[in-house]
Each structure stands twice: as structure tokens, then as C-alpha cells.
């Protein structure tokens, strides 16, 4: 138990400072340390504020769970202690004091760290992945930080390649942020590791991130930024490796984009300028490079292309092209033709004959006119083959809005008003989907028709800027061509009172939430919540729990008495309720017995009778199959 309280003493201090551990050390055991009164530390050397602090946040249940989190969830955690601590990231200037690993820390004695943008250009990820790749086939371990963009291509490159890489996160190890990298993080743990040094819950705050990126310097031997802007967290990461000896080198990027400006600035400042792998291979006298399959002599599949396609390709470049641009690098065909090299009319002949020839080289995309979102990726891919190439569908992948998950979120003083924001991790669906509804004339919202879904639409409504009284709503039952073309012919607005419904269940689960948790956290145990719906149930079965437990076995008796008019009449049972004027109450077989003598001598009247007729077989039913309604 020694690590569970170790790590929880840094979870309560909120600090990664060697002075804790430091002081700590002075106690018989962490657990010791743990559960000592103010005044023990104050003797050890801590600040009355750090101590105050500690004390506030210490849960003395939370050892307990953090173990049982650990060892549900394959975590383990990692101190300077360990021989499984990177040793080169114990020199830097303020190394972690705990860590927590998912996966298999791999020996990082040959590892590089990939950095650069979130809102990398195509020339970035492409740069980042093929590094990734190739560095990864020669054995170098990957470190990057796990977010969109330039990380989770390093990430993916190396996978790729089958070598092994890691995730420092900037969050607790149980948050996967962003959320569309969850399935990236699960290969990576199959990989190699994902590593943390905040406690699990840690919500992944913007000022984490910072500190993060001395822990991605801390565990490699150079740090490779295949794009950045001036001011960017890879920036910061470079300055970190700078400042203690490490190599930096940089990926060349364009003079146009803002992003290739940090590794220009880096470069002009002696960052070393690489293009290919084997530079940072020879720089660091790492092993000897093999067959590179991905930067150098890949086909990525343009020999599967038709000649249309591998026309097109060859056009394109990283650099973004207009239709107009391609057109005019049309290549013409040997002996003099006036047809181009897509096989549609000269330009001189009007571009009229020559977009449509062109579009099945380019996909089909371009005269998607109509834009249609559904929640399933599944659903879109079916439904844009009921439609046609004038239709153009695209999954929400569920709520793209919701309340924050680090504040309450709910106004409380004016009329229970919801804090919106946008989920974390879904920013690049968002700007697709930004970016296809400015091209489309027409955008229709095709969410489950239940509340739920409702509430989907009207937060797609806003993102996108439709008004919601307008008719951009249309609902199918079924996933069918007749149901999803006949939704088409009968757009709505959408329901505000179903949103209002979804709205409401939404803030009552946050209040609920938010203010019952945290109690019981500190009255019962750590992780337990509270609900709506879930906090009356556990009552109803904690109070049945509470009758059973307390009843109390009491014996009583019932007598029946068999009686009839005379010998020829039939025989009838009759409940005796009253003894003597008073409610019968037999305690034990001695009552029970007297009872029943006294009544074998009684005369008997019968008051009141009431005859019960026969009630006749009903008909064989006839059941008549009515059509489904419609579910709002």
C-alpha cells in the first residue's frame, strides 16, 4: 500500500515538488505520513498554506480506492524509486514524483519526442507520420503527447511501422482526451505505455499541458517539431529540451504558413533542420537505418488508381488547389489532341463540359449540393447511397454540445440557465462539419427522432448557425430509401418543447450530480455519485433492506370455519374476523385452541348473502394489427 499513499499524498499537496517528498520521507512510512496531523508537518519543514491545503483535500478513504482503481484498470504507478523511472528524466529540473503508467514503459535509452501543432497543415501530418514511421522501424521509441493533430499522427506513424510508442497526457489517466483518440490510446497501451503524472479524474485543464511537455523532453534524447507556430505548447517543449542539452531539430515548413514559423525561428536559432529520418538517426549515433518505406518509395496505393485518378494525383500537391488550378495544369495528350488529360474538352472550348468529367477523378464530391447529418457514422454511409451524388451526408458522431465537466454550468439565480460548450476532442468534426454546411445549399438535420436526437439538432442548429424555426429538421423511422426520401419532401422546425424536455432531465442530472458527489465523496467513499434517477432507487432498496432487517417474527393463528345449512346443503368456508364483539388475535396454538372449542358450540346466522353467477368463455378474440405510431 506504500504507492497508493505516496500518490495519493501528492494528489492531496497538488504539487510535484521533490520538497514533499522530501518531507514525507521523514515519517516511518507514506502511509504514516498520510494520515499525520498538521503540526508533523509543520515539523517537517512544510509551510503552514501547503499544509492547510493537504489537509482540506486529504480523504483518508482515497488510498483504498486509488489501489482498487489501479488494479482494475491495469494502472500502475511509478517513483524515483522504481527501477522502471526513466533515469534521464529524473536529471531534469523539477521530474515528476509519481507517475501513472497503462501499458508497458519500453527502455527509453533510444527514444524521440515528435511535437508540433494541433491545427497542423497536411504537409505536417504527413511529415509527422512518415518521421513517426520510419524512426519507429529503425527502433527509436516515439514519445509525443497524445493530442489531435501533430501527436496523434507521430502516435499513429509509429504503430504503423510496429514499433513501439508512448502518450504523456496531460489529464488523468482514465480521461481519454480527446475523446476521438480513446481507440488510438487503447493500441498505444498495446504498444507501449500511456503515462501520467495526474491522479486519475484530473480533467485535462490548459494549464496542464505545459508541465506536461517537460516530462515528453525528460524522457527522450531529442525533440523533433515537425510544425509550430511562434507562440505554441511545442514551443515550450523545444525551450525544455534546450534548456537542458537536449537536440531539437525541425521539420521546414513553408514561408506562408503560420504554422512553419516556430520551426523557422527554432532553426535560425541553431535547432538542426532535418528532411530526412537518417539526419536525426547519424545525429545521435543510433542505429543503422533500414529500408525506409515511408517517406522514400511508397506508392500509398496509386497503383490501385485508374489513369484519371493518377492524373489528378499527380497535380496535387500539400499546397491547397482550386478546381480552376487544376484545370489549368492539365497535362494534353501526346500527338497533338485538344483533349486534356482528364479526357473532357480543351478550355478553350468552355468549361462547361469539363466539370462533370472531372468529378469521378475527384471522388464524385463536387456537386454535392444538399447536406444531410445524422448522429452514426453507420447511418451516413448507408443513407448518402439512398440519396446520390447531390447529397452529401455526415455523422454528428452524438452530442457535439454540453455542459462543462470542470464548473457547475448551471445558473441557478437566473431560471436554471445551461452553460454550453463544445465537447473536448470534437473541434476538427466541428470544422468539417462547419465547412461542408457553407458549401451546401440546402442543410437538413436528420438526428434519432426521439429527445435525445432533438436536443442534437437544435445544438447542431446553433453550431452551424440555422434558425431552428426554419425547416431544417426531417425524422425516418427506418432506414430505408421510400422513408429517408419521403423525410426529405416533409422538413420541419424543430421541437423546442422536446428540447426543453432533454434540457431539463440534462440540468436536474447535473444539479443532482454535481452537489450530492461531492458529499458523498467526503461523507462515505471516494467515486461514488449521485443521480437523479439512480439516488431514489438505491433509497428504495436501502429502506425494503432496513424493513427486512429489522422484522421482527410474531406468530398468529387464523381459523376457518367449514359450515353449511343443512346435511343436503353444500359446504362453504368462512374467515373468522371477530371473536366476542372484538377483532380476532390468536398469539399460539393455546388460544388458537381455546378459540376454536368455544366456536365447534356456536350457533351460526347468516346476515347477508350474495350469489355469484357464472361467468360465460369469451368468443375466440380476434386481434386486428394496427400500424405503429410515430415516436416523439
Known amino acids: 500500500?506504500?504507492?497508493?499513499?505516496?500518490?495519493?499524498?501528492?494528489?492531496?499537496?497538488?504539487?510535484?515538488?521533490?520538497?514533499?517528498?522530501?518531507?514525507?520521507?521523514?515519517?516511518?512510512?507514506?502511509?504514516?505520513?498520510?494520515?499525520?496531523?498538521?503540526?508533523?508537518?509543520?515539523?517537517?519543514?512544510?509551510?503552514?498554506?501547503?499544509?492547510?491545503?493537504?489537509?482540506?483535500?486529504?480523504?483518508?478513504?482515497?488510498?483504498?480506492?486509488?489501489?482498487?482503481?489501479?488494479?482494475?484498470?491495469?494502472?500502475?504507478?511509478?517513483?524515483?524509486?522504481?527501477?522502471?523511472?526513466?533515469?534521464?528524466?529524473?536529471?531534469?529540473?523539477?521530474?515528476?514524483?509519481?507517475?501513472?503508467?497503462?501499458?508497458?514503459?519500453?527502455?527509453?535509452?533510444?527514444?524521440?519526442?515528435?511535437?508540433?501543432?494541433?491545427?497542423?497543415?497536411?504537409?505536417?501530418?504527413?511529415?509527422?507520420?512518415?518521421?513517426?514511421?520510419?524512426?519507429?522501424?529503425?527502433?527509436?521509441?516515439?514519445?509525443?503527447?497524445?493530442?489531435?493533430?501533430?501527436?496523434?499522427?507521430?502516435?499513429?506513424?509509429?504503430?504503423?511501422?510496429?514499433?513501439?510508442?508512448?502518450?504523456?497526457?496531460?489529464?488523468?489517466?482514465?480521461?481519454?482526451?480527446?475523446?476521438?483518440?480513446?481507440?488510438?490510446?487503447?493500441?498505444?497501451?498495446?504498444?507501449?505505455?500511456?503515462?501520467?503524472?495526474?491522479?486519475?479524474?484530473?480533467?485535462?485543464?490548459?494549464?496542464?499541458?505545459?508541465?506536461?511537455?517537460?516530462?515528453?523532453?525528460?524522457?527522450?534524447?531529442?525533440?523533433?517539431?515537425?510544425?509550430?507556430?511562434?507562440?505554441?505548447?511545442?514551443?515550450?517543449?523545444?525551450?525544455?529540451?534546450?534548456?537542458?542539452?537536449?537536440e531539437v531539430y525541425c521539420v521546414p515548413g513553408s514561408i506562408f504558413l503560420p504554422t512553419s514559423i516556430g520551426c523557422h525561428s527554432l532553426i535560425k536559432s541553431g535547432a538542426q533542420l532535418v528532411d530526412r529520418p537518417e539526419d536525426i538517426l547519424e545525429s545521435l549515433k543510433l542505429a543503422s537505418f533500414p529500408q525506409q518505406p515511408a517517406l522514400f518509395g511508397s506508392s500509398n496505393g496509386e497503383d490501385e488508381l485508374d489513369d484519371n485518378a493518377k492524373a489528378v494525383l499527380k497535380i496535387l500537391s500539400f499546397e491547397p488547389l482550386s478546381l480552376e488550378e487544376i484545370l489549368e495544369k492539365r497535362r494534353p495528350w501526346a500527338g497533338g489532341s485538344r483533349h486534356g488529360a482528364f479526357g473532357f474538352g480543351d478550355a478553350r472550348q468552355g468549361g462547361a463540359n469539363r466539370r462533370p468529367q472531372l468529378l469521378p477523378a475527384l471522388g464524385g464530391r463536387l456537386m454535392a449540393k444538399n447536406l444531410v447529418i445524422v448522429e452514426s457514422p453507420a447511418k451516413s454511409k448507408t443513407i448518402e447511397k439512398f440519396l446520390g451524388r447531390n447529397y452529401t451526408v455526415r455523422a454528428s458522431m452524438g452530442h457535439l454540445r454540453d455542459l462543462p465537466k470542470s464548473i457547475f454550468g448551471v445558473d441557478v439565480e437566473n431560471g436554471f440557465q445551461p452553460k454550453y460548450i463544445n465537447i473536448r476532442g470534437k473541434g476538427e468534426l466541428i470544422k468539417e462539419l462547419k465547412t461542408a454546411a457553407k458549401k451546401a445549399d440546402k442543410v437538413y438535420i436528420a438526428t434519432d427522432p426521439d429527445r435525445e436526437g432533438e436536443a442534437i439538432g437544435w445544438h447542431l442548429a446553433y453550431i452551424l448557425g440555422l434558425d431552428p424555426e426554419s425547416s431544417c429538421r426531417i425524422e425516418f423511422h427506418e432506414i430505408t430509401p421510400g422513408a429517408v426520401k419521403e423525410a426529405l419532401k416533409h422538413p420541419r422546425k424543430i421541437d423546442l418543447d422536446m428540447v426543453d424536455a432533454q434540457q431539463t432531465r440534462r440540468i436536474i442530472d447535473r444539479i443532482v450530480g454535481y452537489q450530492l458527489s461531492p458529499l458523498l465523496w467526503r461523507k462515505i467513499r471516494k467515486g461514488l455519485s449521485a443521480g437523479r434517477v439512480q439516488t431514489v432507487a438505491v433509497k428504495i432498496i436501502c429502506d425494503r433492506e432496513k424493513e427486512i432487517i429489522n422484522f421482527v417474527p410474531q406468530e398468529y393463528w387464523t381459523i376457518t370455519a367449514r359450515l353449511r345449512e343443512n346435511d343436503k346443503a353444500p359446504i362453504f368456508d368462512a374467515d373468522v374476523i371477530k371473536f366476542n364483539g372484538k377483532k380476532l388475535e390468536i398469539n399460539n396454538a393455546e388460544e388458537a385452541a381455546k378459540t376454536e372449542a368455544a366456536l365447534k358450540e356456536a350457533a351460526y346466522v347468516v346476515e347477508k348473502g350474495r350469489q355469484k353467477g357464472t361467468q360465460a368463455q369469451p368468443a375466440a378474440a380476434v386481434h386486428h394489427q394496427q400500424p405503429a405510431a410515430g415516436r416523439r
Not at 168 to 178: M, T
Not at 197 to 221: L, V, W
Request: aromatic share 10%.
Open 1 to 246: 500500500m506504500d504507492k497508493y499513499y505516496f500518490a495519493a499524498l501528492f494528489a492531496a499537496f497538488g504539487s510535484r515538488s521533490a520538497e514533499i517528498a522530501e518531507a514525507a520521507a521523514k515519517f516511518k512510512s507514506p502511509a504514516e505520513a498520510y494520515m499525520a496531523p498538521p503540526e508533523a508537518w509543520a515539523e517537517a519543514g512544510i509551510d503552514e498554506k501547503t499544509v492547510n491545503k493537504f489537509i482540506a483535500r486529504r480523504d483518508f478513504n482515497y488510498p483504498a480506492w486509488l489501489k482498487d482503481f489501479c488494479l482494475n484498470n491495469g494502472v500502475t504507478i511509478v517513483t524515483p524509486e522504481d527501477d522502471a523511472y526513466p533515469y534521464s528524466l529524473k536529471q531534469i529540473a523539477s521530474p515528476p514524483q509519481v507517475l501513472y503508467v497503462k501499458g508497458s514503459l519500453p527502455d527509453l535509452r533510444g527514444s524521440i519526442g515528435i511535437v508540433g501543432s494541433r491545427e497542423a497543415s497536411g504537409y505536417g501530418l504527413k511529415a509527422a507520420d512518415a518521421f513517426a514511421a520510419d524512426l519507429a522501424a529503425a527502433g527509436v521509441v516515439i514519445v509525443s503527447g497524445g493530442a489531435r493533430g501533430i501527436d496523434t499522427a507521430a502516435h499513429r506513424g509509429a504503430l504503423a511501422a510496429g514499433g513501439i510508442t508512448v502518450a504523456v497526457l496531460g489529464c488523468g489517466i482514465d480521461i481519454a482526451y480527446p475523446a476521438a483518440n480513446k481507440n488510438l490510446f487503447a493500441q498505444i497501451c498495446e504498444r507501449g505505455a500511456l503515462v501520467t503524472e495526474y491522479p486519475p479524474g484530473t480533467p485535462p485543464a490548459a494549464y496542464n499541458f505545459p508541465a506536461r511537455n517537460r516530462i515528453i523532453n525528460g524522457m527522450t534524447h531529442g525533440i523533433l517539431v515537425a510544425e509550430a507556430a511562434k507562440k505554441s505548447g511545442a514551443m515550450i517543449t523545444a525551450e525544455y529540451a534546450l534548456e537542458e542539452g537536449h
